[in-house]
């Protein structure tokens, strides 16, 4: 967790507050990106996402994404407008079904050999996935993601508090 994770809460609630309900698309999106930069920075991870769910399908696709230059070369490869199928999205479709409030966090250590989401952290080399869950009008929208690459990732109570703080932001720019 970076020491700073407090000011970055406190500068994704003004970003969010700068913006009315009739802020065009782009500057809500750039908002929504500095925000992701944000949560990034607060969990000192090395990369982070958006997915949007798709209840119907039970699907995801990345709609956005942010790189700490500390990433990997592999994390570097852009996701944005993949489609993860509910084959691929695996056990987190368990996560997603108990209209989750608390953040999912998977390792890579953990997974056994077959399991579709150990080929995910393994095509990326990460090593622990923090998943925090984004609402939109009190319905589950999708989630964040942030990637550790470096280590496997013991996230504290406080740290997994400001992550679920910064969601909220994050879920006023969807």
């Given at each position: 967790m970076d020491k700073n994770a407090e000011v970055y809460i406190n500068?994704?609630?003004q970003v969010t507050a700068s913006l009315s309900q009739n802020t065009n698309e782009t500057i809500r999106m750039r908002a929504r990106n500095q925000v992701l930069s944000y949560?990034?920075?607060a969990m000192n991870g090395t990369s982070t996402y958006?997915?949007?769910?798709?209840?119907?399908?039970r699907s995801?696709?990345?709609v956005a994404e942010y790189f700490a230059r500390r990433a990997n070369v592999q994390e570097f490869e852009s996701d944005l407008g993949t489609v993860y199928s509910a084959e691929e999205l695996g056990r987190m479709l368990h996560w997603i079904d108990s209209n989750p409030e608390q953040p999912r966090i998977l390792q890579l250590d953990?997974?056994?050999e077959d399991d579709?989401?150990?080929?995910e952290l393994v095509a990326f080399d990460?090593?622990?996935v923090l998943y925090v869950p984004l609402y939109q009008q009190q319905q589950f929208w999708g989630w964040a993601e942030v990637w550790e690459s470096r280590a496997k990732r013991?996230?504290?109570?406080?740290?997994?508090?400001y992550a679920l703080q910064l969601s909220k932001a994050l879920s006023q720019l969807l």
């Open positions: 500068l994704a609630n949560l990034l920075s958006i997915c949007q769910y798709d209840a119907v399908e995801a696709i990345v953990e997974l056994a579709p989401e150990r080929e990460g090593k622990t013991i996230f504290e109570d406080v740290e997994l508090s």
